[in-house]
């Protein structure tokens, strides 16, 4: 099979090329470098079937493949919010793209969604039929509306039958090869520990999240990619909660150090809390996470540490 990656220099981009390399496909990537990494592309184009084409996936293309796994947009919210409108383009004529594209071609399209088109839910934990608690004018926006039009075209596009559209919705995802400058929560308190700085904690550091390691996540889109049936959006995510003390505090007994806490204002619209209820991904695809915050924690400090610190 032929796919075509867009986003394979972003951090979830190259961990599924990688994948699918290894299990013999070719597989062509796409980034403009907007916030993905030189370095991702460099070792993916190792492989002989891997292929790379600098494009921004704002603008047409028209490229043969199979499937097209749009994973093309910046996801930490001090990137995606650098230039919000730039964003929303990538979000709305990323997504219109890549189903043209794939339907020029008769492939299939994996969209990654995510858990911000929950946005601050009011529903615990989230399964995918709750339909969200999002500001449709605040600084997330961009990000969380951008994402909600990219669901509405891929449902349009699969009713009308001209593409058969999969969503997966990411709730928050850590592992390798994600930038140490990238500004979400892993790897900053990661990057802080290692440099013996105090560790940023937003607001009371009592919001939550569910970290789910990367290697769980991409056998997740691996299962809907080989199901043969389109069963709307599906939440892949882990679903053990932790505050951010709490991963503050694993971090840094991970790493052995006993640092400072530096508590910063709670940034606007932030959700308070985040779960996932992969109920469906478990009877549809049988998978569930298997990788503990802990070991998935250690590989990750293992990484930061192998990688020049600026
Ligand atoms: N956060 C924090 N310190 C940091 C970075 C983030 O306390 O240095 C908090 C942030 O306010 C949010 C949570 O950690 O409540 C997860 O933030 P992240 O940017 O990783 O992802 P989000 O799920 O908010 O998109």
Not at 34 to 52: D, I, T
Not at 160 to 172: E, H, P, S
Not at 183 to 210: C, E, H, M, P, W
């Amino acid at each position: 099979m032929r796919y075509l990656i867009t986003g394979a220099a972003g951090f979830l981009g190259t961990h599924l090329s990688a994948r699918l390399l290894a299990e013999g496909h070719d597989v062509i990537g796409l980034d403009n470098f907007h916030s993905g990494s030189e370095a991702n592309v460099a070792r993916l184009q190792r492989h002989s079937k891997f292929s790379f084409i600098r494009h921004d996936v704002t603008e047409r293309y028209d490229i043969p493949c199979d499937w097209v796994c749009n994973l093309a947009c910046p996801a930490s919210p001090p990137h995606y919010q650098r230039d919000p409108i730039y964003t929303a383009k990538i979000a709305f004529l990323g997504v219109l793209f890549a189903l043209e594209n794939a339907e020029r071609h008769r492939a299939k399209v994996l969209q990654a969604s995510t858990s911000e088109i929950y946005g601050d839910p009011l529903v615990h934990p989230q399964p995918e039929d709750y339909l969200g608690n999002v500001n449709t004018i605040g600084v997330r926006s961009c990000y969380d509306e951008g994402k909600r039009i990219g669901e509405t075209l891929c449902a349009d596009f699969t009713r009308l039958g001209r593409v058969d559209a999969r969503l997966v919705r990411i709730f928050n995802t850590y592992g390798p090869f994600m930038r140490a400058d990238d500004g979400r929560v892993v790897t900053n308190f990661i990057d802080q520990v290692l440099r013996g700085q105090a560790l940023t904690l937003y607001g009371a550091g009592k919001q939550t999240r569910s970290f789910c390691y990367v290697d769980d996540l991409i056998e997740g889109f691996m299962r809907v990619l080989a199901h043969p049936d389109n069963h709307g959006p599906i939440n892949l995510g882990n679903p053990v909660e932790f505050t951010m003390l709490q991963l503050a505090e694993e971090v840094q007994r991970l790493v052995g150090t006993h640092l400072p806490l530096k508590f910063e204002s709670l940034p606007l619209d932030d959700p308070r809390q985040r779960q996932p209820d992969i109920t469906k991904a478990r009877r549809l695809l049988g998978w569930e996470p298997k990788v503990k915050l802990a070991d998935g924690l250690a590989k990750t400090v293992e990484y930061f540490r192998s990688i020049p610190r600026t």
